[in-house]
Antibody
Framework: QLQESGPRLVKPSETLSLKCNVS??????????WGWIRQPPGKGLEWIGC???????FYNPFLQSRVTISMDTSDNHFSLTVNSATAADTALYFC???????????WGQGTLVTVSS | AIQMTQSPSSLSASVGDRVTITCRAS??????LGWYQQRPGKAPKLLIH???NLESEVPSRFSGSGSGTDFTLNINGLQPEDFATYYC?????????FGQGTKLEI
């Protein structure tokens, strides 16, 4: 299971931070990456990026300059930060397990983050 | 980045109908394609991976085909619970990219 957590309201220009707690699997499982996907209200899905416990990380170029994905292997969770948030970052954020080969298979339920003053 | 063009964007159908949704990749992606179903306010559910491999517990009325650049998702004998939005995703190369989605409506 994956469960997102973090502030639901972020002010413009501040940092959006989310955490994904993983249970029933280990994030140091060599067969999986762990990543984030978001969905602006009423719109489609946007892949943000993913990370492997070896440190291998991939980001979508459209966000790459503002995004960091990191892991805490001691606590079996991984995190997303988006710097300099704007209203365009308002979205339902999902964390998901990414098999090394294949599409993301297990997803969290999602958490809505609103960027507004 | 690989662009995924999905069509149609919306589709009206009835219970019992057969529907087809297509995705076209901007470059060849072998069979590195997945299909998802998403109900409002819920996480997407993976239906098919590697273009044609059904996930466990996904009903056999769903099927996928294609390789290279052209892919299809077929649903035979629509059931009421199938009315949702469907997305394709290419996992051939980073960044992964989704199609724009197809909203299947009654």
């Amino acid at each position: 299971q994956l469960q997102e957590s973090g502030p639901r309201l972020v002010k413009p220009s501040e940092t959006l931070s989310l955490k994904c707690n993983v249970s029933g699997d280990s994030i140091i499982n060599t067969f999986h990456y762990w990543g984030w996907i978001r969905q602006p209200p009423g719109k489609g899905l946007e892949w943000i990026g993913c990370i492997h416990h070896t440190g291998d990380t991939f980001y979508n170029p459209f966000l790459q300059s503002r995004v960091t994905i990191s892991m805490d292997t001691s606590d079996n969770h991984f995190s997303l930060t988006v710097n300099s948030a704007t209203a365009a970052d308002t979205a339902l954020y999902f964390c998901a397990r990414h098999p090394k080969t294949g599409p993301p298979d297990f997803w969290g339920q999602g958490t809505l983050v609103t960027v507004s003053s | 980045a690989i662009q995924m063009t999905q069509s149609p964007s919306s589709l009206s159908a009835s219970v019992g109908d057969r529907v087809t949704i297509t995705c076209r990749a901007s470059q060849a992606i072998r069979n590195d394609l997945g299909w998802y179903q998403q109900r409002p306010g819920k996480a997407p559910k993976l239906l098919i991976h590697a273009a044609s491999n059904l996930e466990s517990e996904v009903p056999s009325r769903f099927s996928g085909s294609g390789s290279g650049t052209d892919f299809t998702l077929n649903i035979n004998g629509l059931q009421p619970e199938d009315f949702a939005t469907y997305y394709c995703l290419q996992d051939h190369g980073y960044p992964f990219t989704f199609g724009q989605g197809t909203k299947l409506e009654i």
